[in-house]
């Protein structure tokens, strides 16, 4: 701001003076200025230290600053680093099956302390836990949930995914209608509030019904717990 008010003030009120300047003398700040703003030895660490991608990035929009202008350099750079951004999400994301006792080979090996830590599943209960947001860019995992003949009640852990979008809620209403052709209670719990709201938003919670919300694992075991006495 101290800058611009100066640069104004030079214009209107020192312009005559200004104009006797030499301009060699102007094209030598002008050099400086260029220099300090090129932050060279920072691009260097980041060629170094950055992951390839990240230099693809950062080289495409060097090239078409210099090439073509800030504008085109910005726009394409932040495309780039939005698909990158969507990549990486999608490749943390990822759904795992809960390893249940009787599929342990070790369990004999178990010390009791481990013991308190582990929660009895239901029987014909399957619990998935869903770690990252659910996108469009990782939606096709969902699908790979296990719908089995003789599973009753399928739960999905939702406590680590902190996002939804319209195209993740859709793969959701997939699963939910192979669960209902199966007649499988689907259970969600742990849903945090940007995924509830959008849930609600498109009637979902009354598609599967509210009491199938739960607030936590605990509380979702024992609705699974209901389901496989009723």
């Not at 605990?218 to 496989?228: K, P, T």
Request: with cysteine; proline share 3%.
């Amino acid at each position: 701001m101290v800058h611009a008010v100066v640069l104004i003030l030079i214009l209107v009120v020192l312009m005559p003076y200004a104009a006797l300047i030499p301009m060699p003398a102007i094209a030598a700040i002008l050099f400086m200025v260029a220099y300090n703003m090129s932050g060279w030895k920072e691009f260097a660490g980041m060629l170094k230290r950055s992951p390839k991608s990240d230099i693809l990035v950062l080289i495409t929009t060097f090239v078409l600053t210099v090439a073509f202008d800030l504008v085109v350099a910005i726009e394409v750079g932040i495309l780039m680093a939005a698909i990158l951004f969507m990549k990486r999400m999608a490749d943390v994301t990822n759904i795992q099956s809960w390893q249940y006792m009787e599929e342990d080979t070790e369990e004999d090996d178990l010390n009791d302390s481990e013991n308190i830590r582990l929660k009895k599943v239901p029987k014909n209960t399957l619990v998935y836990e869903i770690n990252g947001p659910m996108f469009f860019g990782a939606a096709d995992k969902f699908m790979n949930i296990s719908l089995d003949s003789r599973i009753n009640v399928v739960i999905l852990r939702m406590r680590s995914v902190p996002a939804m979008d319209a195209t993740a809620l859709h793969a959701l209403e997939e699963i939910s209608k192979k669960c209902e052709k199966k007649r499988i209670t689907l259970i969600l719990s742990h849903v945090q509030e940007q995924p509830l709201h959008m849930m609600q938003k498109a009637g979902y919670d009354i598609k599967i019904g509210n009491e199938n919300f739960c607030e936590n694992i605990d509380a979702a075991l024992e609705r699974a717990a209901e389901i496989a006495l009723s």
